[in-house]
């Protein structure tokens, strides 16, 4: 019998296998019989330009992805109903998934400035309320969107989500004080979403030595405990900055110690002329926990200037009100301190002694 190795559909971009092509339009005034089809006599009626020969063939691709990722308009109630359905049939025939994973859920048009049919006026919000729609019909299961540069147009997501992970947000060897505050605006948004979703924060090691290496495991963990609630976050090392190597680029021993829960928020401990480049500033940040103290000195920074750098001459040495020991990256702890002096981008997780 026959066997057939290759299927091809209708070349309708004309990419001619290359990576670059045309959508076509559909003519609805042509297809006459309303089928959503053009027969070769409508076909042959077409205004010009408008080659589609199915309505399908007239949407858009999602940027960056293709023909194999299409954008859907999520305003239609139906389109939140099948949504719901089919993602409730995923998970009754996956039983051992406790729920999905939505990426790119940022809320922003992806086509800004290209004309459709449907209105996108209220996009993000219709996005939210499809992935409400959602996470509805799969309870106890839920969604966990990727909101990551979405920003406030990510909001409806974030409220009908529930939880949500912010990729590659914490970068603390990169990170001016600017970007800090920043950072700390949208971890505060997003707890304080409808629905109280989960924050899953994910980090990257920019400026670093790569993820094993200790000075960057550190100021990743405390850049995290000085944002963190001690009931609705969670922090991730360097998940999506390499997903496919081996657990030990995700994680650092120092994560185990326990320093309890946070007395309150996070507050600036110390700020001042950098000494490496008296034209920036730096500032140091603090958080008193139950057990310990967390410290975290992003890059020096000036507005119209920049950030500063990492450099061994940044270092500034600050009193700590007390005794502590330092914890390692490996997990273990130092001798009694009282003060601890930290450069740029480096941050420091203590014990009271």
């Known amino acids: 019998a026959a066997q057939v190795k290759s299927v091809f559909g209708r070349d309708y971009v004309r990419a001619a296998g290359g990576q670059s092509g045309v959508i076509p339009a559909f003519d609805y005034a042509a297809d006459r019989d309303g089928d959503g089809y053009l027969t ?23 940027p960056y992805y293709g023909q194999m990722r299409f954008v859907t308009d999520p305003s239609g109630p139906a389109v939140r109903r099948w949504a719901a359905d089919y993602h409730t049939r995923l998970l ?4 051992l998934a406790d ?5 790119n859920a940022t809320g922003n048009l992806p086509f800004a400035g290209t004309p459709v049919l449907e209105s996108t006026a209220s996009y993000a919000t219709d996005s939210g309320a499809l992935v409400e729609a ?4 799969i309870a106890p299961k839920w969604v966990l969107a990727n909101t990551a540069g979405g920003r406030t147009t990510a909001d409806p997501i974030a409220a009908g989500s529930a939880a949500v992970i912010e990729e590659f947000l914490l970068r603390p060897l990169a990170h001016g004080w600017a970007d800090f505050g920043d950072t700390a605006a949208l971890v505060a948004a997003r707890l304080a979403a409808d629905g109280s979703p989960y924050v899953v924060l ?19 963990l405390a850049y995290y405990y000085l944002l963190a609630d001690p009931e609705r976050t969670l922090l991730m090392f360097y998940g999506g900055e390499n997903p496919s190597s081996s657990w030990a680029g995700h994680w650092s021993p120092a994560a185990a110690v326990d320093v309890g ?4 928020a996070y507050r600036t401990l110390a700020t001042g002329a950098d000494p490496f480049s008296p034209s920036l500033t730096y500032k ?9 103290l967390v410290l975290y000195k992003p890059l020096s920074y000036a507005q119209g200037v920049g950030n500063g750098t990492t450099a061994d001459q940044t270092a500034t040495t600050h009193q700590l009100g007390g005794n502590y020991r330092r914890v390692n990256a490996d997990g273990t702890r130092g001798p009694v301190v009282s003060s601890v002096t930290l450069r740029n981008g480096e941050g420091a997780v203590f014990v009271r002694a």
């Open 92 to 95: 009754a025939a996956n039983p």
């Open 99 to 103: 729920g999905l994973f939505l990426d």
């Open 284 to 292: 140091v940040f603090a958080r008193d926990y139950s057990d310990g």
């Open 40 to 62: 070769d006599a409508e076909y042959a009626t077409r205004a010009a330009g408008k080659d589609a020969r199915f309505v399908s063939e007239s949407r858009l691709f999602y």
């Open 134 to 137: 959602v996470n509805r019909a």
């Open 261 to 264: 829960r946070p007395t309150g």
């Open 202 to 220: 994910d980090s990257r090691t920019d400026g670093g030595d790569g993820p094993l290496d200790p000075r960057t495991q550190i100021a990743t």
